[in-house]
T-cell receptor, first 115, second 113 residues
Framework: AQTVTQSQPEMSVQEAETVTLSCTYD???????LFWYKQPPSRQMILVIR??????QNATENRFSVNFQKAAKSFSLKISDSQLGDAAMYFC????????????FGTGTRLTIIP | EAQVTQNPRYLITVTGKKLTVTCSQN?????MSWYRQDPGLGLRQIYY???????DKGDVPEGYKVSRKEKRNFPLILESPSPNQTSLYFC????????????FGNGTRLTVT
C-alpha cells in the first residue's frame, strides 16, 4: 500500500517570493510516479508537475520545480516568483505503474499568497 | 476540447433517495475512476474501471455502485444515500499506464440531508 504525507496544512508566501511545499511518501514498489496537483477555489484539479521515479533529474515546469529525493522518499514542490494566481490547495500524489492507476493523495497544503 | 464532464455540479438530496452522478469523457480513454474529497482526508478512490464492462472497488466503495457499458461513460450511483456521503466527488480518466496523468472532471458537490 502507498501512503502520502503532507505535513503542512497551510503555508503563506509574499508575492514574488519562493515557497517550498513538503511531501513524503511510502511505497514498496520500485516503479512509480509522483504528481503535484493544484486545486484553486474553482475546485478544478489541475496537474502542476509530474516525476517518474526512475528519473534522477528533477522535473521542472516554468516556475514550478520539484526536489525528488528517492532514498528519503521525499517529493517537495518549489514555486518561484509566487503569483496571486498560485493561491490554491496543493495535493501531492503517487501512483504505481501496475494494475489500478489509483492516485494516492496527501491531505493537501493550502497556499496563501500575500500581496 | 478534450474533457471529462460531470453532472450535476451541485446536488442536494435527502437520505434514501437514489441518485446518479454522470461522467463522460471524449478522449477515448480506457481508464476511468471516481474519487471523493473530504476535508483533512484528501481524495480517496471509490471505484475504477480499466475498460468497458470491467470495474473494481477502490478504497471506499461502500454505498456506491458504478457501471461501464460504454467506453466514454462511467456513472456513479448512490442507491440509498446517507449523510456520510456528503462530499465533493470527482470523476477522472486516463489513456493507460505510464506517467500519463489523470484528467479530472470539475467535481460534483453532493449534500445529503
Amino acid at each position: 500500500a502507498q501512503t502520502v504525507t503532507q505535513s503542512q496544512p497551510e503555508m503563506s508566501v509574499q508575492e514574488a517570493e519562493t515557497v517550498t511545499l513538503s511531501c513524503t511518501y511510502d511505497t514498496s514498489e520500485s516503479d512509480y510516479y509522483l504528481f503535484w496537483y493544484k486545486q484553486p477555489p474553482s475546485r478544478q484539479m489541475i496537474l502542476v508537475i509530474r516525476q517518474e521515479a526512475y528519473k534522477q533529474q528533477n522535473a521542472t515546469e516554468n516556475r514550478f520545480s520539484v526536489n525528488f529525493q528517492k532514498a528519503a522518499k521525499s517529493f517537495s514542490l518549489k514555486i518561484s516568483d509566487s503569483q496571486l494566481g498560485d493561491a490554491a490547495m496543493y495535493f501531492c500524489a503517487s501512483r504505481t505503474n501496475f494494475g489500478n492507476e489509483k492516485l494516492t493523495f496527501g491531505t493537501g497544503t493550502r497556499l496563501t499568497i500575500i500581496p | 476540447e478534450a474533457q471529462v464532464t460531470q453532472n450535476p455540479r451541485y446536488l442536494i438530496t435527502v437520505t434514501g433517495k437514489k441518485l446518479t452522478v454522470t461522467c463522460s469523457q471524449n478522449m477515448n480513454h480506457e481508464y476511468m475512476s471516481w474519487y471523493r474529497q473530504d476535508p483533512g482526508l484528501g481524495l480517496r478512490q471509490i471505484y475504477y474501471s480499466m475498460n468497458v464492462e470491467v470495474t473494481d472497488k477502490g478504497d471506499v466503495p461502500e454505498g456506491y455502485k458504478v457501471s461501464r457499458k460504454e467506453k466514454r461513460n462511467f456513472p456513479l450511483i448512490l442507491e440509498s444515500p446517507s449523510p456520510n456521503q456528503t462530499s465533493l466527488y470527482f470523476c477522472a480518466s486516463s489513456p493507460g499506464q505510464g506517467v500519463s496523468p489523470l484528467h479530472f472532471g470539475n467535481g460534483t458537490r453532493l449534500t445529503v440531508t
